[in-house]
């Protein structure tokens, strides 16, 4: 059947919502409203307000209730607007959910999902916009995992549920009108592996999230020039599958990697900083890495296709590495 | 009509370069000039012979025209691409030396200040150099380049290579010094192993090259066995009609012309192979690509051990008593060292012999890219089934080791029987 | 068409000369004349040529293919060119 993103991530909460009671979903908006970009719509007549909670606009207090309700039992689901006000919460996150299962000696645990949205290319301007992602993903005491299909959309939600500890799901807002086919059978997916998205011999390019479709289009375009390029798909930023993306990079010897985040400590430099140290020598050309211009995101369209990461880019940087 | 050629000179000018001879050169001696300014050459001449510090090999030209200036004495050992001589069209000098072409009229080139900076104070013009940075930026290592011969550094600087294509050199036996910059990827040091054996006779002063010799066929057999998946075929050959016709031939010229039957085996079977194509040519980047002629490549092997591969071009297309001298040639040549550069070209087949050394049968190893590789077994005399009686025939079994991705099996059993049917008609090989 | 045969000691040093023309660094005092010269020397079908051509070249001696298997070894070959045809 084909669907939208949004619609998976919407049958993954229905899903949880019912087979599991002790899930719930809380935040700004998320019932009578449906979701600020409707991804929970239709799910408070479905399971009522005191599993559908709406909450006041203060990302620290809801987020902190999260972590209280998942310590006492349940398994919370907190959807954060977009990742730009979680930074209102990060003491939460950051201090407490990340934290309480090594300061207790392992007694507590935070079996706690937060949803967010990320990234840019909706003319939200820069305090709705940016991809922080690879900021929490240099926290220990998290996952963190990024959705680029439909499939992973769907499946998801359910295994970040049964992880002990939290996890932080993140959605990039371009994809959520995007439609796919999805198996009638679709059901829970592993959240440890990266995969490889498209096969190819000549350039490895990493993306993830919104970038996925980015590395994909570019590959196309590379495939019309004779260059088979494998995009690797990473799913999970945190723990990196590292195997994944350096077994590819033995195969084609060149790495491009597509980050939405700014180059300046990111993830898109954690990568290359571990293919320098474990692969170095299947490295045949310089690593390339394709960001965001190190600029707040801009409102003008023009200037937000400016900054952003475009498949034409990724096809330069790739046929810089091929040479 | 007459009109002022670009670039500057009058005439075509080529600079004459001590050529690389082989993945382990990266220095080489002039031995002796064998012209003078002046002379006429054409592509293909001996031009000087170079000692690689292994043997002598006789250099050829590879452009046509009139030797201006010889600009290296006999005896002085240089780096790999260094102007060893120029040769022009037979224009003469202009009058006077043309000035640089107008600043104005000819765009910047790309080059960082700190480039720029270098550059003027090592006193090279950046408008000659060639940029290989981004955008065709000129890049330090670029007008180090150009500096390089320039000063007669004993070893070639500034050439910066990937670390996969390091460490394939290592595996691979390739000597990086040998290759041309500024930046060398897999690809080169891919181009280089495949590249013929180039090592010369081995002698007992000089273990390293008998080594160098052994690792480089080492490198590339295992990578022959580990890339290519071979199949082998063989078909034996009544050879009585085609030795007797040989007998007859032999009779009639001098000893000086008589001909082997290796001559005959050679030239069937680049017959075979122009009649066969799809096993004469390169497994290059995942396909076949035909070769463009028979070039032959024959496997001599080395009293003191170790291989050459010289190449022969189209012994098909020559007459058979050519053949025989191309071959005495180049396998006397092979074997005291003095094999030419064009000798060194890759070959599109290789046929080994292995027959004369008393072996029935060879099943041979590929050697890349190629494609195939035809063995020839020892001629000897064996029952045979003559008619419905069973006679006494010379016989000699012929091996194809094909690359079974390039062709099946049914390709590899035409070019067989394509073979038989040439030998079976020894006049058409005159 | 006749030719004078040859001492032993000129046909001997003339089977020398024509195989040290061949493989310049033979110890051709270690091989057993008895043995057969191809095996020994590792000559190959052209090699055999090019010796039967310098043999030829130093006796004066003409030398058919049919006589190829009178020149197997060192001693034969001294036979050879030391017998009247």
């Known amino acids: 059947m084909t669907i939208t993103y949004r619609e998976a991530l919407r049958e ?7 087979e599991d009671e002790r899930v719930f979903l809380m935040g700004e908006d998320v019932g009578a409203y449906g979701g600020c970009f409707g991804v929970s719509l239709g799910l408070l007549e479905e399971f009522g307000p005191e599993r559908i909670r709406d909450t006041p606009l203060s990302e620290s207090a809801f987020v902190g209730a999260g972590i209280g309700a998942a310590l006492g039992g349940m398994r919370p689901i907190v959807e954060i607007m977009t990742v730009n006000f979680s930074l209102l919460a990060l003491d939460q996150i950051i201090n407490n959910a990340a934290t309480l299962r090594h ?9 706690l999902v937060i949803r967010m949205t990320t990234g840019a290319g909706r003319q939200l301007a820069a305090q709705h916009s940016h991809s922080l992602e690879g900021w929490y993903a240099h926290i220990p005491g998290l996952r963190i995992i990024a959705p680029a299909t439909i499939e992973d959309a769907r499946g998801m939600l359910w295994t970040a549920l049964e992880d002990p500890d939290p996890v932080l799901l993140f959605e990039h807002g371009s994809l959520y009108n995007v439609p796919g086919e999805l198996a009638a059978d679709a059901a829970a997916v592993d959240i440890d592996r990266a995969a490889i998205r498209r096969a190819g011999g000549d350039v490895t390019l990493v993306g993830y999230g919104g970038t996925l479709r980015t590395a994909l289009t570019a590959a196309d375009e590379l495939a019309a020039d004779g260059v088979e390029a494998e995009v ?82 990724v096809v330069a940087a790739a046929r810089r590495a091929v040479g | 009509m007459w009109w002022p050629r670009p670039g500057g000179r009058w005439g075509d000018v080529a600079d004459f370069l001590m050529p690389s001879l082989g993945a382990d050169m990266d220095e080489g001696t002039i031995l002796e000039w064998l012209v003078k300014p002046g002379d006429v050459v054409h592509r ?10 292994k043997a002598a090999v006789d250099v050829e030209c590879f452009t046509d025209g009139t030797v201006e200036k010889i600009l290296l004495p006999v005896g002085e050992k240089v780096p790999v691409g260094t102007p060893l001589a120029i040769i022009g069209d037979g224009a003469p000098e202009p009058p006077q030396a043309v000035t640089k072409p107008e600043p104005a009229t000819k ?16 006193g090279v013009d950046l408008a000659a150099v060639h940029g290989t940075g981004r955008g065709g930026a000129i890049t330090r290592a670029d007008v180090e380049q150009v500096l390089a011969p320039r000063a007669r550094r004993p070893e070639p600087a500034g050439v910066r290579v990937s670390p996969y294509a390091k460490r394939l050199a290592g595996e691979l036996g390739v000597d990086l010094a040998t290759l041309p910059g500024p930046v060398l990827h897999a690809r080169d040091v891919h181009a280089a192993a495949r590249q013929p054996v180039q090592a010369q006779r081995p002698q007992a002063e000089r273990p390293q090259a008998e080594q ?34 040989l007998h007859e031939y032999n009779r009639g010229v001098g000893v000086q012309d008589r001909v082997v039957p290796t001559a005959l085996l050679i030239k069937a079977t680049a017959l075979a192979a122009a009649k066969v194509p799809a096993l004469n040519g390169h497994w290059v980047g995942g396909a076949f690509r035909p070769g463009d002629g028979v070039r032959l490549g024959l496997a001599v092997s080395l009293r003191g051990g170790g291989l050459l591969v010289p190449t022969l071009a189209d012994p098909g297309a020559l007459a058979l008593n050519e053949v025989m001298r191309t071959l005495s040639d180049v396998v006397a040549r092979a ?28 099943q041979g190893v590929i050697y890349p890219p190629q494609v195939a590789l035809v063995g020839f077994g020892a001629i000897s005399k064996r029952p045979w089934a003559v008619g419905d009686l069973l006679g006494v025939r010379p016989l000699v079994t012929a091996t194809l080791a094909a690359d079974h991705r390039a062709s099946d099996g049914a390709i590899g059993a035409r070019f067989l029987d394509a073979l038989d049917k040439l030998l079976q008609r020894p006049e058409g090989l005159r | 068409m006749t030719t004078t045969p040859l001492t032993t000691e000129r046909a001997r040093a003339a089977v020398h000369e024509a195989l040290l023309g061949i493989v310049p660094d033979a110890e051709l005092d270690i091989v057993d004349p008895g043995e057969n010269l191809r095996e020994a020397l590792e000559l190959d079908s052209i090699d055999f040529l090019a010796f039967v051509r310098r043999l030829a070249e130093l006796t004066g001696r003409t030398i058919d293919e049919d006589d190829y298997s009178r020149l197997s070894t060192l001693d034969s070959c001294i036979e050879f060119l030391t017998t009247a045809r």
Request: hydrophobic fraction near 40%; charged fraction near 25%.
């Open chain 2, 212 to 245: 160098s010799m052994r690792q480089t066929i080492a490198a590339l057999m295992s990578r022959s066995k580990r890339e290519i998946p071979h199949y082998y075929l063989s078909i034996t050959i009544d050879l009585q009609t085609a030795l007797e016709w």
């Open chain 2, 107 to 122: 765009p910047q080139p790309l080059a960082s200040p700190p480039v720029r900076t270098f550059a003027k104070q090592a």
């Open chain 1, 232 to 313: 690797v798909d990473l799913r999970t930023l945190r723990p990196l599958d590292e195997d994944t993306v350096l077994d590819s990079v033995r195969r084609t010897h060149r790495l491009v990697i597509v980050d939405e985040g700014w180059r300046t400590g990111s993830l898109s430099a954690e990568i290359a900083a571990r293919a320098a140290e474990a692969a170095l020598y299947e490295l045949d050309a310089p690593i390339e890495r394709v960001c965001t211009a190190e600029v707040p995101i801009p409102y003008a369209k023009q200037l937000e296709d400016a900054a952003l990461p475009q498949a034409a880019d």
């Open chain 1, 12 to 18: 993954a909460l229905r899903e949880a919502l019912t």
């Open chain 2, 335 to 362: 074997r005291t060292g003095r094999l030419r550069s064009s000798e060194l070209a890759p070959a599109t087949l290789t046929v080994t012999n292995l027959g004369d050394l008393g072996a029935e049968s060879v």
């Open chain 2, 44 to 53: 293909g001449d001996v031009v000087a012979v170079v000692d690689t510090s």
């Open chain 1, 103 to 111: 300061m207790s000696g392992g007694q507590l645990g935070v079996p």
